[in-house]
């Protein structure tokens, strides 16, 4: 069921990219545009307005756990069984092997170093996540010509780094001006005098 549903929408998705490459598809390419870019800017306003700082707060936590499983299941899998991550991913040893170990240890000391630079853990970890997602990226377009690298991998790299530099922009835009806090509400409050009416 799973395979006929997969053919089905492979299907579906193939004839409308080849209908919006067409000529016959350059009107509704436009029009997709347009719709494309009202959504963003509808996106981009709301994550950037004073409403939007919940929004950006979750946005946060959500690529914060995108990157989390991302780099954790590859991670356990090289820690747990060594051999068949190094068969499967480095069947011989190459120069983006030791280039990957490199990013990881940049990762760990950009983490160290921001968590004594931003007191917010969400700003921490979104800075460590961004430059080893970032680094990674860049190394796996530089290191195509030096094998271990999958054509596929720069792209998915770059669309997870993409969600994480997203997140940490939006969310240092809200973190730049904290909330009040209910103290500071309640003192504010109390600052206000009622007018007596005589």
Known sequence: MRQRFGKVAMGIGTAIFLYLASENGSAVRRRFSKVVL????AIFMYLT????????????????????AFWLFPGLWAFLGAR?????TEPAPTVHFIH?????????????IASLIFSDVLTVALTGLVVV????????????????????????????TLIQV????????GAASPAPSSAQ?????????????T
């Open 166 to 173: 997203t997140a940490l922009i939006f969310y240092s835009r």
């Open 38 to 41: 009202g959504v963003g800017m």
């Open 84 to 88: 068949s991550f190094f068969e499967k």
């Open 133 to 160: 997602s970032g680094l990674d990226t860049y190394l796996h377009f530089q290191d195509l010509h030096v094998g271990g690298v999958h054509l596929r991998d720069p792209w998915i790299l770059a669309g997870v």
């Open 49 to 68: 307005s004073e409403k939007g700082r919940a929004a950006r707060r979750r946005f946060a936590k959500v690529a914060i756990g995108i990157g989390a």
């Open 185 to 197: 509400v309640r003192a504010a409050e109390d600052d206000q005098v009622p007018v007596s009416q």
């Open 100 to 112: 990957n170990m490199g990013v990881l240890m940049v990762g760990i000391a950009v983490w160290a």
